[in-house]
């Protein structure tokens, strides 16, 4: 059996979809998770932490870093990427898409600690954002994917952003409540998304429900 080892830290942020897509594909991995503050210290002295930073992915021996890359990596190694150009360039955008909404996140919420500044993004630009990918989804015109009709890594990024940040029980209201009235059937997406994988579905189940 193949050693799958995943680092970082007790919450969800730049290590679920990674998470998601294991659990998607029923790989066994040993989910390392360590404290911020008592543990993190010391461990990222650690050669195998390169830069010193987390997320971090063993896996049949080699030492992988940087979160995009990692998923990229696992999509590729369990044949959950497109095989044509214009399907992988559909599939990156997607995750970049996520990325330029987890930024936005972090840089008003954790960097700049600006709950106006945030809330002003979240009623101008959001919903601009959820129309464009809602378009994207129906386009593709399959009720569980956003490209071609089997799971890549544009599904796992949209399901991470619309799932965990704006539709689960900890997700804030209004947040919801934008989704709702700007792209209902992200919505349908997540749900029928979540139900394509009985092992994903276990574990969304089932997994600790964490603030972030």
Not at 61 to 70: C, E, P, V
Request: hydrophobic share 40%.
């Amino acid at each position: 059996m193949r050693r799958i080892v995943l680092h970082y830290f007790d919450m969800y942020a730049r290590a679920e979809t990674s998470r998601m897509i294991l659990n998607y594909v029923g790989a066994p991995f040993l989910d390392l998770r360590y404290d911020m503050n008592t543990e993190w210290p010391d461990a990222k002295n650690d050669e195998k932490f390169e830069m010193g930073k987390l997320p971090c992915l063993e896996i049949d021996g080699k030492i992988l870093i940087q979160s995009g890359s990692i998923e990229r990596f696992l999509c590729r190694e369990f044949g959950l990427y497109p095989k044509d150009n214009y399907s992988i360039y559909l599939t990156e955008s997607l995750r970049d898409i996520k990325e330029d909404f987890f930024n936005n996140r972090l840089k008003y919420l954790m960097v700049l600690k600006d709950r106006a500044g945030w809330d002003k993004w979240s009623e101008e630009e959001l919903p601009k954002m959820l129309k464009a990918i809602e378009k994207r989804f129906i386009a593709n015109g399959n009720k569980n994917f956003f490209v071609g009709s089997s799971p890549t890594l544009g599904d796992f990024a949209i399901f991470f952003m619309v799932h965990d940040f704006m539709i689960r029980k900890k997700a804030p209201k209004r947040m919801s409540e934008i989704l709702i009235s700007s792209a209902p059937k992200l919505i349908d997406f997540a749900e029928n998304f979540k139900n394509t994988s009985p092992l994903f579905l276990d574990y969304m189940e089932n997994r600790e429900d964490l603030p972030f």
